[in-house]
């Protein structure tokens, strides 16, 4: 099983490392039989090929059984004529990743989180972000005076993320929330009555709608409420980050991106951090709970539940790296999750 | 001075009644000469007249030295032609009201705040929205298997919102951030650029650029960062909504939303609330909020500030109404304000 892993800049590097290193260990115990290559990709793509996603690394990518992602980006690479982020928007269009699944669960009663216990504990989300399409990929113009940016939809675009998000709903609390803009925009109306369709071949789960604006106060209010939330790019872009504080850190997270057939790209949902790159701190968790997603992808057994588990026991013991109010290290922290894995 | 008053629809007649009413007081106990005349807009003149936005109301509007308005919306009208939201897109348009300001303001600590009092504690943040451009207004297209929005800013839109943001951060905390998805949309790039421009003409206010996934998070973690967030149309209806949530209700909020040299449009940023419109217990505190932004933009003295102070102290005395937990109605809770008035 051939895994690429595209450590990218800033602190994508070294959380990385720390999840391939959980991979690797889990591999060995229970012979897995992972086998990884590393690629370049982002801001360092650009210093040493001129783009960010070169041909080398897509062609890796296209042929591996998944992909590890660390993280892109950073000020340093604000004057090229592509930046880092295109070649993150370039691989998931290339590989068709059309649904990003990001799962936030609040751990420990929600202590780490900045809302009150009494609101966020117990709160268990997934996010399902259309990622292909939407005003990321339709036409950008940029003149002197004048700019614009296109959002299109297609029914077939969205009827394909939204069988993913039902289909999660049934193994979850069998509830799907769609979130738009329906009171504005045509493309939220095609979404709306696209989704209704959809629904009918699923009658055990229940669905609602929620414009966006609504959704955001909601999932501060009462995030319980929800289980799965159905949205299309630039909202999935927007809620889903700030889901990510109810849990108490975007540290923590993980996110799957997943097409029809080919491999899954695999990523935290932090980004590069550069301030902090380098200085071994950065939370590896979100890190390795992408690489725990991967492998319940990859169909490998338990193997994804038992990295989890002791991502999770390692949070709980109270080894913590400094976004959580802990001093661990970032290779520190990985170390410990491979001491509960032995 | 003549105030076109627009109740709306659902809870809008029954906070803004409350609204008039104090202003009525105010009126008559210091010679400001107020004067009401109300109109129909939204669903209710869907029903009268067939569409949101009558001529008779946008007439009396244009001749009116501001105006006052509750709510629109709610399910009864998805079927129509016409939404009772258009109205509001129409009147926005029609009266060239580009600026939207939201302020948003944490009493008593936050205690009502779903935050932890020390994350909500002291926040005090103006969202600046420009609300005739963007994605709201470019042509949409519905067709039964695509659909499509656009979105175009041009650089004069840009420029003259951010001018109200740099005036308004000069008398608060000088402190501008401006928030965009440059990343991604070309949109965005005009509006850093723009902004970029504008800010070099007022050396005194401090200016940063967030991306609007990085904002949704951060003014939730850390809200006292903000002074003045200046953004798009959509950016700052979801922002502003979220950023509600910090205060503890929607419902405590008001807006104004002002163009150049006509009336300025006055109202409650939460929305109709069918569900609970006639129950007598919707928070007026919005609709009056509003108010007071009105006897400012009147520049009516200090009466404004006179009923801030009213509504506050009223809030503070512990007459609520459910939304906070307490249990005063829609009405008790104006007269309350009004008995401080007096
Ligand atoms: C870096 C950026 C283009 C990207 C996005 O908006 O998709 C990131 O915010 C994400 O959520 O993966
Ligand atoms: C009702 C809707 C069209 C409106 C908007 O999005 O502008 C509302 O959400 C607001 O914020 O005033």
Redo the contacts with the bound molecule.
Sequence with gaps: IHIAVLPGDGIGPEVTREAVACLDLLSAERGLGLRFTEHDFGGVAIDRHGEPLPPSTLAACKKADAILLGAVGGDRWNGCAERPEAGLLKIRQELGLYANLRPVEVLQGGQWSPLRSEVASGSDILVVRELTGGIYYGEHRLGEDQASDLCTYTREQIERVAHVAFRAARSRKGKVTQVD?A??LATSRLWRSTVDEIAKAYPDVALDHL?V?ACAMAVITEPRRFDVILTENLFGDILSDLLSVIGGSIGLLGSASLGSGGPGLFEPIHGSAPQIGGLDIANPSGAIASAAMMLDELSLGDAGAVLREALEATLLSGCRTPDLGGDASTSGFGAAVRDRLE
């Design positions: 803009k009171n504005v414009y604006d």
